[in-house]
């Protein structure tokens, strides 16, 4: 069960099929959501909220990204400051629903991305396998961009 406050949100069919490569066994592939972003589940929002957006304006510079894309996950982080972070903060309780999950359910693949999949993109990167203790014990460290993780009890 999710935590109050975060939101599963299918992804779309094509990038769900190139997901489940990396995991056959899996069967739904699912964007985890705090408000209309996924931002807080891997770091804890600045206290200056600008911060937090100038960090977005570099990653979308760096990446090419159109200024309209930009703006748009802008106004997707700010909804998220909406939703009230539950005690010990968003990463924590994901790494807490990620422990229980793998016991619970088995092996399951998570993949932090920024923005939409690159559709250049060739081949399955490799997957690290870590622990659910691992993910406990570095609730803010263990999930790395576009690497994607297979975390088993």
Do not use: K
């Amino acid at each position: 069960m999710l935590p109050p406050g975060l939101a599963a949100q299918p992804v779309e069919r094509a990038d769900g099929r190139r997901l489940l490569q990396l995991h056959p066994p899996a069967r739904t592939v699912v964007r985890l959501l705090v408000g209309a972003c996924s931002c807080d589940l891997v770091r804890t929002r600045h206290p200056d909220p600008r911060e937090d957006e100038r960090l977005h304006r570099e990653r979308y510079r760096r990446a090419g990204r159109a200024r309209d894309s930009l703006m748009a996950a802008v106004e997707q982080h700010r909804r998220g400051a909406a939703v009230p972070a539950p005690t010990g903060g968003w990463p924590r309780a994901l790494a807490a629903f990620v422990a229980e999950h793998a016991r619970n359910a088995g092996e399951t693949l998570y993949l932090l991305r920024f923005g939409a999949p690159d559709p250049s993109a060739s081949g399955v990167p490799p997957v690290r396998r870590i622990r659910a203790s691992d993910v406990l014990a570095q609730p803010e460290g263990w999930l790395e961009e576009d690497t994607p993780v297979l975390v088993g009890a």
